[in-house]
């Protein structure tokens, strides 16, 4: 069985920086592809960026250029620091470990950027 648990999020005016961080417990974490989803209030669940073992990522255009997720083997967990933040970036921020069909979420963390 695979845990999440997130930290890292508060409250960060516009323009600001954040450091996220998810730590994975549980078996075979190198074969996850890690990632962090969010939500906003009212709005669906969204891609903020994964990454795969071997380093491949993925970003959602809003964030792309202003987000960098890295994950760390021997510590097992992937970390999302969130530069030049927005109002607009405000949600809960997920953690997701997935494998084929399987997939994981954290409880999340909430991230409120306002002035």
């Known amino acids: 069985q695979v845990q999440l648990v997130e930290s890292g999020g508060g409250l960060v005016q516009p323009g600001g920086s954040l450091r996220l961080s998810c730590v994975f417990s549980?078996?075979?974490?190198?074969?996850?592809?890690m990632g962090w989803y969010r939500q906003a209030p009212g709005k669906q669940r969204e891609l903020v960026a994964r990454?795969?073992?071997?380093?491949?990522?993925n970003y959602g255009i809003s964030v792309k250029g202003r987000f960098t997720i890295s994950r760390d083997r021997d510590k097992r967990t992937v970390n999302l620091q969130m530069n030049s933040l927005k109002p607009e970036d405000t949600a809960v921020y997920y953690c997701n470990a997935q494998r084929r069909d399987t997939g994981y979420w954290g409880q999340g963390t909430e991230v409120t950027v306002s002035s």
């Open positions: 549980g078996s075979m974490f190198s074969m996850y592809v």
């Open positions: 990454m795969t073992s071997g380093g491949s990522t």
